[in-house]
């Protein structure tokens, strides 16, 4: 039986705090997930703004509202969208572009207040990947970069990467201890579409917080949902502008599937044989960086 916030608040030891966590084998199980309404932020310039908070934790707890969000970039936002994020009371705004995806869509716009983050976590050439292949306006390049599978077999190497690269690990653990640091203030995370970097990220910390798997998971996912109209309009502007006579090849890399977060999941498990062992070896992260995270972000029950 999971151990209970408050106890873990007393044990002294970090291999304890993390036998409380879910196994990796609760991890590959997909139970039904339990209802949950996620908070969306309506922005007019962004489409997968949202909070991470409201998540019931195996012990009873819940993760409290307006401390974390997730999100996709904030390039766009307008004087309206500006004025909502700041009635947030955002302290801090961690980006993970790259340059690249930066300096095509633009810096972000924040609300005063808001602190900016630069740490780009690599998206293995997937944005310069999908832009020349898009730019080529050739169906048949496209068709040889994209089709047969191999978009969404790239998407499963940019994955595999969450796990193997050690900048990337560094880049993870860091957000995970700044939304536990209480002197950055409410914080908004978030990389181009908000669902992959920003997926993977929000998947650890709400396990990390005793979010079920199952739950956790259902958060991942919902990119699609929240993005599914905003993507069709892009494919069908490719279509229209002539850039693409087939653009559902790039459906692979404008959703979020069960089978990439597996893929992450599965590298996890040949390289650190646990979820577990990945938080503590792969992250780093510390007692004590867990414990303030579920004291900063976990409401008892």
């Known amino acids: 039986m999971p151990l209970s ?46 909070d991470l908070g409201g998540y019931v934790t195996y012990d009873g707890g819940r993760v409290r509202h307006g401390l974390a969000y997730r999100g996709d970039h904030l390039a766009k936002l307008t004087a309206a969208d500006l004025a909502t994020l700041a009635g947030l009371g955002l302290g801090t705004v961690v980006d993970l572009r790259i340059p690249l995806e930066v300096s095509y869509d633009g810096a972000d716009r924040l609300p005063a207040g808001a602190v900016p983050v630069a740490r780009p976590i690599t998206d293995n050439g997937l944005f310069g990947r999908l832009t020349a292949a898009i730019g080529s306006r050739d169906p048949v390049r496209q068709e040889e970069m994209l089709g047969g599978g191999r978009a969404a077999a790239f998407m499963s190497d940019v994955y595999r990467t969450f796990v193997t690269d050690a900048a990337n690990r560094a ?8 939304l536990a640091d209480p002197r950055r203030g409410p914080l908004l995370l978030h990389c181009t579409s908000g669902k992959d970097r920003t997926g993977w990220t929000g998947y650890l910390l709400l396990t990390l917080l005793g979010v079920p798997t ?7 996912l ?19 502008g002539g850039f693409m006579q087939n653009p559902d090849l790039i459906v692979p890399l404008q959703e979020v599937r ?28 510390e007692f004590r960086d867990v414990v303030a995270l579920r004291e900063r972000l976990v409401l008892d029950a």
């Open 222 to 240: 919902a990119s699609n949902a929240i993005r599914a109209a905003y993507d069709a309009k892009v494919r069908e502007g490719l279509r229209q």
């Open 5 to 50: 916030r408050r106890a873990l608040l007393t044990t002294t030891g970090a291999a304890t705090l993390f036998a409380a966590l879910p196994t990796n084998a609760q991890a590959h199980a997909h139970p039904r997930a339990p209802r949950n309404t996620i908070r969306q932020i309506p922005l007019q310039g962004a489409v997968n703004v949202r």
């Open 258 to 285: 069960p089978e990439y977060l597996d893929t992450a999941l599965d590298q996890v498990r040949a390289s650190y044989g646990s979820l577990l062992r990945y938080y503590s070896a792969g992250l780093g992260l």
């Open 214 to 220: 199952a739950a956790a998971r259902a958060d991942y």
């Open 171 to 178: 880049a993870f653990a860091q957000t995970l201890r700044d």
